[in-house]
Nanobody, 121 residues
Framework: QVQFVESGGGLVQPGGSLRLSCAAS????????MGWYRQAPGKQRELVAG???????IYANSVKGRFTISRDNAKNTVYLQMNSLKPEDTAVYYC???????????????WGQGTQVTVSS
């Protein structure tokens, strides 16, 4: 079973930036469609961004133009660069493998512990 370990979260002021990392185990990571998700208190977990094995990306409207997902297959790692952060971006962020590249594709891996992002002045 592939495992994911997220890191890079923290406390940042509105307008600031953070870069999240997700390290994955497994030798076929390069074939995975991956996604970054987030869950705010009292809300359901939601997809924020996805990336295919070939590097095609998709984003939630709420983060489009501010967040960038990328991957380094040599390092079995997927990244989320977050700029112009807003208080409403506050959440626990997770990465996971996705069943496909469509927006509606489900997460199919095991959830890690996530990394907390707090945007506050």
């Amino acid at each position: 079973q592939v495992q994911f370990v997220e890191s890079g979260g923290g406390l940042v002021q509105p307008g600031g930036s953070l870069r999240l990392s997700c390290a994955a185990s497994g030798s076929i990571f390069s074939l995975y469609v991956m996604g970054w998700y987030r869950q705010a208190p009292g809300k359901q977990r939601e997809l924020v961004a996805g990336i295919t094995s070939g590097g095609t990306t998709i984003y939630a409207n709420s983060v489009k133009g501010r967040f960038t997902i990328s991957r380094d297959n040599a390092k079995n790692t997927v990244y989320l660069q977050m700029n112009s952060l807003k208080p409403e971006d506050t959440a626990v962020y997770y990465c996971n493998r996705r069943a496909g590249a469509q927006w509606s594709s489900a997460a199919i891996g095991s959830w890690g512990q996530g990394t907390q992002v707090t945007v506050s002045s």
